[in-house]
């Protein structure tokens, strides 16, 4: 099992930033690929970023592209989520998930492992 714990969550208004961190632990498989999925209020949760276990491959939603950068440090056990320019409709609640798959998956039922989540909130 692997548990993993998002943290970085808050208000900002148009146009700031944040940067959201996933720490995880157990048995973390030494091909796991991490991603960031969101859920707006009353709509399904989406696809925002992933990236593979060594960095080389990331991939990103339309919707953040250019905007949002996703990091990992394998020594640290973490992975971020850089927000920038970010915009109301950027409220969510954001979670991390770890996924055994390579390349790695865009759809959340790649993932085995998610955390709880943590709240952005994007104000006008």
């Known amino acids: 099992q692997v548990q993993l714990v998002e943290s970085g969550g808050g208000l900002v208004q148009a146009g700031g930033s944040l940067r959201l961190s996933c720490a995880a632990s157990?048995?973390?498989?030494?091909?796991?690929?991490m991603g960031w999925f969101r859920q707006p209020p009353g709509k399904e949760r989406e696809f925002v970023a992933t990236?593979?276990?060594?960095?080389?491959?990331?991939n990103y939603a339309d919707s953040v592209k250019g905007r949002f950068t996703i990091s990992r440090d394998n020594a640290k056990n973490t992975v971020d989520l850089q927000m920038n320019d970010l915009k109301p409709e950027d409220t969510a609640v954001y979670y991390c998930a770890a996924s055994p798959g390579y390349p790695p998956p865009r759809t959340g039922s790649g993932y085995a492992s998610w955390g709880r989540g943590t709240q952005v909130t994007v104000s006008s």
């Open positions: 990236i593979s276990w060594g960095g080389g491959v990331k």
């Open positions: 157990g048995r973390i498989c030494s091909s796991s690929a």
